[in-house]
């Protein structure tokens, strides 16, 4: 299989970061506002367009300063 390359790690991070996050969070607020009920996965299916369309540049310039910001509190061996 064929890898992408280091640069571009931090996009592709945010690419899967911004998905799992997005379809999680959507779900759960999606359960909560109308429950488990006929027509649960067009809605949920709506929100989570709505929220990665929010999530992935949000999280594509996030993701360089959360990393900043670990490797400077944690220690490396």
């Known amino acids: 299989m064929a890898r992408i390359k280091h640069r571009y790690y931090t996009l592709v991070f945010a690419v899967f970061m911004s998905l799992f996050m ?16 006929a027509g649960f996965l067009t809605r949920w299916f709506h929100a989570w367009l709505v929220a990665w369309a929010v999530a992935f540049p949000l999280v594509s310039m996030v993701a360089p300063v959360a990393h900043m910001i670990t490797r400077r509190l944690v220690e490396t061996e």
Do not use: D, K, L
């Open 22 to 37: 997005s379809a999680m969070m959507s779900g759960v607020i999606t359960v909560m506002n109308t429950g488990i009920a």
